[in-house]
């Protein structure tokens, strides 16, 4: 099956940084999404974004599906942005929504 | 809110307990599952359920039983369980089983703890 990883496990931020997780998959994919979990447990939806380039707000997220990547992007970091970012893809050929590790980011006052 | 509702969101329970989570979603989806995430670890699939039939059992323990009465409920019924049972379960809903074009979404999750 797909292999997802994520990288870096674990990001520390000044409150105003920007950042960027990082997301391989092992294989074509059909859907990937990432998500954002809180300290509560909550994993929130961001992008659905298999390819191309989505924004919203200070997040945006590039899918590049022909080298097997995506990209999350953190503009102007807020102390609410800490968390869990999790990605998570589905391959081509169909199956089980694979999760990545996980960033765990901690923005700074 | 995320439209998928679990309850209760903390539980306690001795090993020889029997309780339930519960699921419910007003989304009008057609699939419906179970995660489960111990602690600094990725999400694992537990249970898949597509029109009601389950469609995935990812080789969990018989003391996690699920049922899907209908389309918009789902219940983790939980029996002699171990302490490493404990984790942060999580219910989840799509239109149908995910594939292309289809979001997932997550409840707010069911804190359990064995004692």
């Known amino acids: 099956g797909i292999q997802v990883e994520q990288s870096p496990p674990d990001l520390i931020l000044q409150e105003g940084a920007n950042s960027t997780l990082r997301c391989n998959f092992s294989?074509?994919?059909?859907?990937l999404q990432w998500f954002h979990q809180n300290p509560w447990g909550q994993l929130i939806n961001l992008f659905y974004?298999?390819?191309g380039t989505k924004q919203n707000g200070r997040l945006s997220a590039t899918t590049v599906a022909t080298e097997r990547y995506s990209l999350l992007y953190i503009s102007s970091s807020q102390t609410t942005d800490s968390g869990v970012y999790f990605c998570?893809?589905?391959?081509?050929?169909?199956?089980?929504?694979?999760f990545g590790q996980g960033t765990e980011l901690s923005v700074k006052p | 809110e995320t439209g998928v509702t679990q309850t209760p969101r903390h539980l306690v329970m001795g090993m020889t307990n029997k309780k339930s989570l519960k699921c419910e979603q007003h989304?009008?989806?057609?699939?419906m599952y179970w995660y489960k995430q111990s602690a600094k670890k990725p999400l694992e699939l537990m249970f898949v359920?597509?029109?009601?039939?389950?469609?995935e059992n990812n080789s969990v323990p018989s003391r996690f039983s699920p049922e899907c009465p209908n389309s918009s409920h789902l219940f983790l019924h939980l029996h002699t369980l171990q302490p490493e049972d404990s984790a942060l379960y999580l219910c989840?809903?799509?239109?149908?089983?995910?594939?292309?074009?289809?979001?997932?979404?997550f409840g707010e999750g069911s804190w359990l703890t064995v004692v």
């Open positions: 974004i298999p390819s």
């Open positions: 359920y597509n029109f009601k039939e389950q469609t």
């Open positions: 998570a893809a589905v391959e081509n050929q169909g199956g089980k929504l694979i």
């Open positions: 989304l009008g989806h057609n699939a």
């Open positions: 989840a809903s799509s239109r149908t089983q995910v594939t292309s074009g289809n979001t997932i979404y």
């Open positions: 294989d074509s994919v059909n859907n």
